[in-house]
């Protein structure tokens, strides 16, 4: 079966950076599309980004664009999120998340087929 494990997550202040990794193992994918989710304590999951696989087109939550930059390094198998001037509001568990077979992105959490156990990002004011 298809493995997603994050890692990366951490404590920082306002302002600050993280990168989030995902790593993909297991089955190997033809199409598929990669996507980084977010829940915070007593919210929703909500979509933050998404990267097809083969064409590397991104998508992104109106509220991270220009500070958040997904991408995918193909050799590695890995997806990344690059996050920068962060904020307390985006403190939350972040989940790698895929779904095969597809060259389009969804936003919904039930589109995905694959989880990843999810890594905590915490931001200090």
């Known amino acids: 079966q298809v493995q997603l494990v994050e890692s990366g997550g951490g404590l920082v202040q306002a302002g600050g950076s993280l990168r989030l990794s995902c790593a993909v193992s297991?089955?190997?994918?033809?199409?598929?599309?990669m996507a980084w989710f977010r829940q915070a304590p007593g919210k929703e999951r909500e979509f933050v980004a998404a990267v097809t696989w083969n064409g590397g087109s991104t998508y992104y939550a109106d509220s991270v664009k220009g500070l958040f930059t997904i991408s995918r390094d193909k050799a590695r198998n890995t997806v990344y999120l690059q996050m920068n001037s962060l904020k307390p509001e985006d403190t939350a568990v972040y989940y790698c998340?895929?779904?095969?077979?597809?060259?389009?992105?969804?936003?919904?959490?039930?589109?995905?087929?694959?989880w990843g156990q999810g890594t905590q990002v915490t931001v200090s004011s």
């Open positions: 998340a895929a779904r095969g077979g597809s060259n389009y992105y969804y936003t919904n959490v039930g589109a995905y087929d694959y």
């Open positions: 297991g089955r190997t994918f033809s199409s598929y599309v």
